[in-house]
Antibody, heavy 121, light 110 residues
Framework: EVQLVESGGGLVQPGGSLRLSCAAS????????MHWVRQAPGKGLVWVSR????????SYADSVKGRFTISRDNAKNTLYLQMNSLRAEDTAVYYC??????????????WGRGTLVTVSS | QSALTQPASVSGSPGQSITISCTGT?????????VSWYQQHPGKAPKLMIY???NRPSGVSNRFSGSKSGNTASLTISGLQAEDEADYYC??????????FGGGTKLTVL
């Protein structure tokens, strides 16, 4: 089955760190650019970060630049998001998403179910 | 990286057509034909409905169509059905290889 499964979410204190994982299966993970998208409770979708197929190029939203790091392990078919210096406003469901386009144009054709990150003291 | 502008809500009766607008700038929607649309039902992950302005992924009903003029993209749903009631989001590729979403539109089928 073609799917993405996120894990690693939870409750963390402000200033803390968390690493999210996204396990891919059912498709050739190493061929696709991948993204993280988040959604605060009751709010809209917000793009967070993307990584190209071989992991050599990354981009970030201004709101997380310098605090979050996206990476991937194609041998393990897994995408990661290392989140440091977490703030209350980072509280959200974090989705990993596959990009349909070869050059990462932001066409998210496969999504995971999401993992909830709560930043609170 | 400012969010694209969508109406907060739209509504229509079964069988009618509705259009949701998505306004960006010359740095995103106006510059690239890399606009996509997503449908999200409560508690579910988003679903890709339209990509590259007007292309439908396999399995998406042809009642959904997309277009773009200048800095504004649009999603039209014809022959509204009860199951179309959901939140809809547009997104666009933007400068520096980033992506920006719209604030979302809640579609109510009356």
């Amino acid at each position: 089955e073609v799917q993405l499964v996120e894990s690693g979410g939870g409750l963390v204190q402000p200033g803390g760190s968390l690493r999210l994982s996204c396990a891919a299966s059912g498709f050739t993970f190493s061929s696709y650019w991948m993204h993280w998208v988040r959604q605060a409770p009751g709010k809209g979708l917000v793009w967070v970060s993307r990584i190209n197929s071989d992991g050599s190029s990354t981009s970030y939203a201004d709101s997380v630049k310098g605090r979050f790091t996206i990476s991937r392990d194609n041998a393990k078919n897994t995408l990661y998001l290392q989140m440091n210096s977490l703030r209350a406003e980072d509280t959200a469901v974090y989705y990993c998403a596959r990009d349909l386009a070869v050059a990462g144009r932001g066409y998210f054709d496969l999504w995971g179910r999401g993992t909830l990150v709560t930043v609170s003291s | 990286q400012s969010a694209l502008t969508q109406p907060a809500s739209v509504s229509g009766s079964p069988g009618q057509s509705i259009t949701i607008s998505c306004t960006g700038t010359s740095s995103d929607v106006g510059r690239y034909n890399y606009v996509s649309w997503y449908q999200q039902h409560p508690g579910k992950a988003p679903k890709l409905m339209i990509y590259e302005v007007s292309n439908r992924p396999s399995g998406v009903s042809n009642r959904f169509s997309g277009s773009k003029s200048g800095n504004t993209a649009s999603l039209t749903i014809s022959g509204l059905q009860a199951e179309d009631e959901a939140d809809y989001y547009c997104s666009s590729y933007a400068s520096s290889s980033t992506v920006v979403f719209g604030g979302g539109t809640k579609l109510t089928v009356l």
